[in-house]
DNA sequence: CAGGCGTGGAG
DNA sequence: TCTCCAAGCCT
């Protein structure tokens, strides 16, 4: 009798069977998430609804569950349908955007709701291709809306998954050369039935218990077959190429003050760094060069007086902003408007900024002083 | 294809 | 304080 099959040697062929068990472990433990729906539902032939998915999908690029949730709630209540965001003005858009990171997604959201209304009568597109074909959707968004909405069978793979899949199959190619390779592996554990709940099972699995710190392998419904597991070091997975380290800038930020409180702001270039954003007046500085520490490149001059320093950290590089203040006259100011103090809130402000006006004028930017 | 592009929370 | 990172996309 031959011996029993081989034991830790990498399977080409993954077994569909882990398929099944990550779907029965998701109608158990699946997160209940505002812009789902559950698997009971989908097991009576509902689906949710493609305009919320995508842009839950979109709000969650890079950005965390808990994060989204209000902005998901604010933008789903103002424009409950993609004809309605199409028809929205786009500063509103950048303004209801505002902290929540990586603009252009804000930019593309606008491009892709005219196009979806214009070219598509207002529904998305029900193929992988057709949806990566529309601004803003990439790989992963396609297939995530694809199976998601339409249950498409389609590999979705995100920073879960590929966390996941290298584990239980202990991939030694470090990220992201390995893309190819675990989307080949996910492609032959999907099951061919339920492919959305496939795909938030794989997610809610690395969301929740193939953590990137200190996994739970113990109420992993895959524990009996990954062979990171078996290996006993889960955490060495996914293997990641070396990061740069992450230069730092400096610059100059001016918030100019009104007799009646008004802050001075301005709007920032339609393309690059926290495009089509607001901002105060500030020194020439890029995510490559400096800008002036001092009042020298101030927007006009004025009693300038040193509020304090702010530091902000973007993804690819740290800025240090001396902050300054000055009360000013009334005036005309060309490339800019005055807001009042009580509405700054209100103004398509990237966090930095806040940051820079809140060392100047203490609370400014807090939404609860602005009655007082 | 490597680099530009935000933010806030966890450890 | 510092490091890592969270459901990536675009050029």
Redesign the pocket.
């Known amino acids: 009798m031959p011996a029993s099959p081989p034991t830790a040697s990498k399977s080409p062929c993954p077994q569909p069977l882990l398929g099944q068990k990550l779907l029965d472990w998701y109608d158990r433990h699946h ?1 209940d ?1 505002p ?2 729906t559950t698997p009971a539902a989908h097991a009576k032939g509902e689906r949710a609804d493609p305009y919320r998915v995508w842009l ?3 709000m ?8 989204v949730k209000a902005y998901f709630r604010k933008f789903t209540e103002r424009w409950p349908t993609i004809t309605e965001l199409s028809a929205a003005d786009p500063d509103d858009i950048m303004k209801a955007w ?8 804000a930019r ?1 959201l606008k491009k892709c709701a005219d196009l979806v209304v214009a070219a598509h009568q207002g529904k998305f597109p029900e193929s992988e291709a057709a949806l ?1 074909a ?9 297939a ?1 809306i694809a199976s998601i909405a339409f249950d498409i069978p389609a590999a979705v793979v ?6 996941v899949i290298s584990r239980v199959f202990t991939v030694e190619t470090p990220l ?2 390995a893309k190819p390779e675990i989307r080949e592996l996910v492609a032959a554990t999907m099951p061919e039935a339920r492919a959305g709940d496939f795909a ?1 099972a794989m ?2 699995l ?2 929740t218990i193939c ?4 996994p739970v392998c113990l109420h992993c419904p895959l524990r009996d077959d990954c062979l990171a597991l078996r290996q006993t070091d889960p955490e060495r997975y996914p293997l ?2 070396p ?4 230069p730092s800038r400096q610059g100059a930020a001016f918030v100019a003050q009104r007799s009646d409180g008004a802050v001075l702001l301005r709007k920032r270039p339609s ?5 089509e ?1 607001a901002e105060v007046p500030t020194t020439a500085w ?3 060069q400096d800008g002036d520490t001092s009042t020298n490149s101030a927007p006009f001059a004025a009693a300038w007086r040193f509020s304090g320093q702010v530091k ?6 740290e800025l240090r902003l001396d902050v300054y203040h000055a009360s000013v006259p009334d005036m005309v100011i060309q490339n800019g408007w005055w807001t009042p103090i009580t509405e700054i809130h209100e103004e398509a ?7 820079a006006i809140e060392a100047a004028i203490p609370s400014a930017t807090k939404r609860s002083i602005k009655q007082a």
């Open positions: 997160r998430l812009w789902r839950s999908e979109i969650l690029q890079q950005t965390t569950v808990e994060a505002a902290g929540l990171g990586y603009y252009s997604r593309n990566k529309l601004p803003g959707i990439g790989d992963y968004t396609a995530a995100d920073g879960n998954v590929e966390r992201p050369a938030q997610m809610d690395g969301a953590t990137p710190k200190r990641k190429a990061k740069k380290e992450r393309s690059g760094l926290l495009a954003m890029t995510a490559k902000h950290v973007f993804t690819h590089f402000l990237p966090t930095v900024m806040k940051k």
